[in-house]
Structure formats: structure tokens, C-alpha cells
């Protein structure tokens, strides 16, 4: 139907490529939706390291663009380098785990069945129970898909060939149920107990629950697995079936039994849920066979097969993938943390660095006020001064010109600072002390004492007494010239 679920099994699926290709074909056969809702496809095999690379679904760029056409490449596929990822969302219906041809019991109700090189290593009769197992697994109207060199699958009648090139095969609709999926027999090689035993051996010990109810009711047979599943003691073989548990739960067996026994015919019951003693929960597929014996059927017998690890592992998968998804989050998280701590570190570094230019800007203010205080001081000294005070730098340039120079000459300090001397216009003969001046300045930087006739800013026609003297500093190379100028006549 529309609806029906659709499951493939990659048996012997290696590194998961089949199980990919199935997942691109019937996403592409059914859409993006209904192959959420309805399509799983299992992959097994019995190499736990292959299913490992399988669940990982990446692959080599270069394989995937050789396999696919590159509209699935772009659709199904993310790059990521040199690989291709498998779509995450889509991911969900493929289902890796672990399974051995041998030994496992099949996965039921399948659709679509693909096993290629993988047959070819088992010797003919294991290949046939192989294939005995698969008949059992696929749904009425299932498709095999073998590879090249298994041949062996026409010659057990169990399947019909649809395309033979291709080696694709049917289980028929309406074909009566395969052969259980264990031997009844064991191979000839282990021929050692004599045949009777060796038919109960290996309903004893088949990894299947099995129990079988004879024409009168009474629970004939019961295997060891079936007794452990259902809790069965040894005394309640030979019991009436009606008076055990197992009659009427998990699921109503008696109504059933009776069918086969009226219409032998196989009938089966799929999804039973059974409450383990541990709590957990297990899904078991009955299937019901009549035996029939002298054309009369004497038994049914019940084979349970345990459909339910399927759903565990399939509760495992989203656990992995929540678990990577929780892994990347835990990732993002220790860079989001290790970022913080950078910022935290450079925070800390920018307070200690805010800290030392409060400490030096505190230091400059204090040697500013300092600074305010000596000049305070300086003018003072310089004011009270009786004569004029003129300092000059090594370029002559005026640096300081005090409160009686200004008195003298009728300039004012503002004016002529910065100018340079020899420049300047004043009544004093200031050629007459180039001379000087410059002998000041020079590394011997001599003391000259000299009268030179003047005329004061009032115009009026005066003597001075003029000093040149080396400005010194910690008694280096004289850094410029103080020229002391003295009305002649009055007090210094
Ligand atoms: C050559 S690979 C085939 C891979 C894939 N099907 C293909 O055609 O490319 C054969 C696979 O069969 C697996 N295998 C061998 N014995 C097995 C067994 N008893 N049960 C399940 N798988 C088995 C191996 O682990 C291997 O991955």
C-alpha cells in the first residue's frame, strides 16, 4: 500500500555504501517524506570495525560522485573537504548493526533484499541455509538482489528469477513459508549422533524460541530459548497449552493455534510486545506452521523470532546522533569558554595597563603643580630683581625678559620672547654686544662686563652697566646666554 512500510536490509553491508545507494533509490522512488515515514534499511555484518566507517556515512568525494548521478550527489550528499557526508535527517532510516549470517536470526518482513559478495564465502550448504534464512525474511512478493558469482539461489527453488543478468530474485506471492531459517539437520560432517538426537539437539539449542502444541492441546516441545523468554519450566512441557500464560499473553495464541489446526495453512503474528522480567520491552514475530504428517496435521509449532533488537538499535542511532550533536555542542562550548577566558585575560591586562597611566597621569599632575611652583617662585625672584634680566637660548632667541627689562626698554615680555635678540629694536646698542654674546655661548663661555650708552623708553639718554654671562646647566657646555643690564649709577 501508499502507506505500508518499506524495509531493505544490506546484508553483509561492509562500510555502508549499499545501504546508502538503497536509502538515494527509494528516497528517490517514494520523496523526501514518505521515505521518513515509511522506508528503514538495515545494514548488517558481522564486522564491527566496517560498521563503524558505515555509521559515519563518508565517504571519498571522488567514490561518491563515481556511484551516483550528480543530481543525488547535490541532493544527498554534503561536502565537507575531501568527503561527502550522507544527509544527517535522512540518515535517521538507515540503521547500522551488528549481524551474523550464520548464526543470527534474519530480519523479518522485508521488501527488498540485497546480498552481493558476501554469499561466495560460505561453502554451498551454508550458502543454502543462507538463502533458506533470507526466503524466510523477505515479505510475499520481496525482491533479492545477489551479486555475480552467486549461482547457487536457482537451483534451491526458492526464489524466482526476475532478471537473470542482473541476478535480481522474487520470493513468490502466495509461496508456502521457506524453510525455518535454522537447519533441522546439521551438515553431514558433524554426523556423529545418531539422527534422532540430533533433530532434538538443534531444536534445544536454536538460538529461536520454538514450542510446539500437539493435535490434543497439550504444549508437546518447548526449546531452551523459549523457556528463558517465557519464563516456561521444564514441568509444564506436556501440560495442556490452554492452562499456561503463554496461551493467552503476550498476545491470544489459542484461537490462532486452532486456525492452523482447521485451515493448515502458516499464519503469522507480527509486533508482539513482550514485558521483559527487567522491564525492558521486547517485539517477537510468531510464526505458526502446521506439521503435517501422514497427510494430517499433528503439531503446530510456534517459532518466535526477537524483531524488537532492531528498534533498540534503531533507539541507539538517534542516541548517537544525539550524543555527537551533544559532542559538537560540548565542543562549541570549550571554544565559547576559551574565548571568554581570552577576553577575560586581555580585560584583566587593560585595567593593569588603565591602572600605571592613572598612576603616571597622578605623577604628571603632581610635577605640573611642581612646575607651577618653581615658575610662581622664579617670577618672583626675577621681579624683585633690581636690574634687567634677558636669557637667551644658544640661538639667541629670547627665553625670559623680566619685569625691568620691560620697565628699561617699553617692550613686554610677550613681545619679544621667542624673538631673537640681535633683532630686536631697542635703545640698547645691542651690535656692541653681539660679540660678547656669542663668546658667552661658545664651550669657553667667558664672563664680559662692559658700560654702554643707551637711550630708556622715556627717550631719555642713560648709562648701563651690561653682564654677559654662559647659562649653564650642571656645569655642562653652556645651553645659551643671561645678559644683566643695570642703570649706571644705581643699586644692583
Ligand atoms: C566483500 S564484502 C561485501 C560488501 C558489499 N556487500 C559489496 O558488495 O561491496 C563481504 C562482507 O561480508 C561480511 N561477512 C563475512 N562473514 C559474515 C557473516 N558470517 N555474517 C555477516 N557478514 C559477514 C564481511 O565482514 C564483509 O564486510
Not at 510456534?302 to 524488537?308: A, M, P, S, Y
Not at 546522533?321 to 570549550?334: A, K, M, P
Not at 580585560?347 to 607651577?372: F, G, I, K, M, V
Request: net charge negative; hydrophobic share 40%; aromatic share 6%.
Amino acid at each position: 500500500g501508499q502507506d505500508a512500510p518499506l524495509r531493505a536490509w544490506s546484508a553483509g553491508c561492509a562500510s555502508g555504501e549499499e545501504a546508502y545507494s538503497l536509502a538515494v533509490v527509494l528516497c528517490d522512488a517514494v520523496g523526501e517524506d514518505a521515505f521518513r515515514q515509511r522506508v528503514k534499511v538495515y545494514g548488517t555484518d558481522a564486522d564491527e570495525e566496517a560498521l563503524a566507517t558505515a555509521r559515519l556515512g563518508r565517504y571519498r568525494a571522488s567514490a561518491v560522485k563515481g556511484a551516483l548521478n550528480s543530481e543525488q550527489v547535490e541532493r544527498y550528499f554534503e561536502a565537507d573537504g575531501d568527503d561527502m557526508v550522507f544527509r544527517k535527517d535522512l540518515r535517521r532510516a538507515v540503521i547500522f548493526g551488528r549481524h551474523d549470517l550464520v548464526q543470527d536470526p534474519p530480519i523479518s518482513r522485508v521488501d527488498i533484499l540485497v546480498c552481493r559478495n558476501t554469499l561466495m564465502y560460505f561453502n554451498a550448504d551454508t550458502q543454502r541455509r543462507i538463502l533458506s534464512s533470507f526466503h524466510f525474511a523477505l515479505s510475499e512478493g520481496g525482491y533479492l538482489f545477489l551479486g555475480k558469482s552467486e549461482a547457487l539461489v536457482s537451483r534451491t527453488g526458492l526464489f524466482t528469477p526476475v532478471d537473470h543478468k542482473r541476478h535480481i530474485f522474487m520470493k513468490e506471492r502466495g509461496a508456502r513459508l521457506g524453510r525455518p531459517p535454522f537447519p533441522q539437520t546439521a551438515p553431514a560432517a558433524a554426523r556423529a549422533v545418531p539422527p534422532d538426537d540430533l533433530g532434538e539437539m538443534t531444536f534445544e539449542n536454536a538460538p529461536v524460541a520454538q514450542i510446539v502444541v500437539d493435535r490434543a492441546g497439550i504444549l508437546a516441545l518447548a526449546n531452551r530459548h523459549a523457556r528463558t523468554l517465557f519464563g516456561l519450566g521444564l514441568n509444564q512441557v506436556g501440560r495442556p497449552f490452554k492452562d499456561l500464560e503463554l496461551s493467552y499473553r503476550p498476545v491470544e495464541l489459542r484461537s490462532r493455534i486452532d486456525q492452523v489446526f482447521n485451515e493448515r495453512r502458516p499464519t503469522t503474528v507480527s509486533d508482539v510486545q513482550l514485558t521483559l522480567a527487567g522491564g525492558g520491552v521486547e517485539y517477537l514475530d510468531a510464526y505458526l506452521l502446521p506439521i503435517v504428517t501422514d497427510s494430517e496435521t499433528s503439531a503446530v509449532a510456534l517459532t518466535f523470532l526477537e524483531v524488537g533488537r532492531y528498534i533498540n538499535e534503531e533507539l541507539e542511532t538517534t542516541n548517537e546522533e544525539l550524543q555527537s550533536t551533544n559532542e559538537e555542542l560540548e565542543t562549541t562550548n570549550e571554544e565559547l569558554h576559551s574565548t571568554n577566558e581570552e577576553l577575560e585575560t586581555m580585560n584583566e591586562e587593560l585595567q593593569s595597563t588603565n591602572e600605571e597611566l592613572e598612576a603616571t597621569n597622578n605623577e604628571l599632575r603632581q610635577r605640573t603643580l611642581d612646575l607651577d611652583d618653581s615658575n610662581v617662585y622664579l617670577e618672583a625672584i626675577l621681579g624683585s630683581m633690581g636690574s634687567g634680566v634677558i636669557v637667551l637660548n644658544r640661538q639667541l632667541t629670547v627665553r625670559v625678559w623680566n619685569r625691568v627689562s620691560e620697565d628699561l626698554w617699553g617692550l613686554r615680555s610677550e613681545e619679544v620672547e621667542g624673538q631673537h635678540f640681535l633683532n630686536l629694536d631697542i635703545g640698547l646698542p645691542i651690535d656692541e654686544l653681539s660679540q660678547p654674546i656669542r663668546a658667552a655661548v661658545t664651550a669657553e663661555g667667558e664672563i664680559v662686563d662692559i658700560r654702554l650708552p643707551a637711550v630708556n623708553r622715556r627717550g631719555r639718554a642713560i648709562d648701563v652697566d651690561v653682564r654677559v654671562a654662559p647659562l649653564r646647566r650642571d656645569g655642562q657646555a653652556p645651553d645659551g646666554a643671561i645678559v644683566l643690564v643695570r642703570q649706571a649709577g644705581e643699586p644692583a
